[in-house]
């Protein structure tokens, strides 16, 4: 009678043990998804970093060609007025004139460096668009490989189980 409840508690004791190890087995089950979506989450937010920064270089190239359509808009501006300048019959108006395209050519002056800074900051937006894609292309790699080692050792408890 001893043996057969030793040997009973012996049974209940693997059944135990087999119990809180399935319920182990259970657990990283549902941690598997919960690493995946994080693991996708953080791509995600890289991804959309890199879409802001090109939102930004959209903008700043709209900005440009504003400046390009202003700069365009004064030279035509100043090339009427020194056309006028040539049937002027009094100092005063040619002194007026002269005044009017130096007005002209100091603002068509600040549009251009504008231009240029802006041209500035595209260049620096896209090289960090360029090194952003490298960035994203290699961490999507190192999720890819990360992934998958979670979904094998998922597979494999999930076989154990």
């Known amino acids: 009678m001893k043996n057969k409840m030793a040997e009973q508690i012996e049974i209940l004791v693997q059944l135990q043990e087999i119990e809180t190890e399935s319920a182990g087995l259970k657990s990283a089950q549902n941690e598997v998804s919960k690493k995946l979506d994080i693991l ?4 995600d937010e890289f991804r959309k970093s890199i ?11 709209k ?14 501006r100043e090339k009427k007025t020194k056309e006028k300048l040539r049937a002027v019959k009094t100092n005063r108006e040619y002194q007026s004139l002269l005044k009017e395209i130096e007005d002209v050519k100091a603002k ?5 460096d504008e231009m240029i ?4 900051r595209m260049e620096d937006v896209e090289k960090v668009i360029t090194q952003k894609e490298d960035e994203h292309r290699q961490l999507k ?3 890819d ?3 998958d080692n979670i979904k094998l050792k ?7 189980l």
């Open 40 to 43: 996708d989450n953080s791509l």
């Open 51 to 61: 879409l802001d920064q090109e939102s930004t270089l959209d903008a700043l190239k």
């Open 63 to 76: 900005k440009y060609r504003e400046y390009e359509s202003s700069s365009q808009m004064n030279l035509d």
């Open 108 to 112: 068509t002056s600040k549009i251009e």
């Open 117 to 120: 800074e802006c041209l500035d």
């Open 141 to 143: 790699d190192q999720i």
């Open 145 to 147: 490989d990360e992934k």
């Open 154 to 160: 998922a597979e494999k408890s999930r076989k154990e």
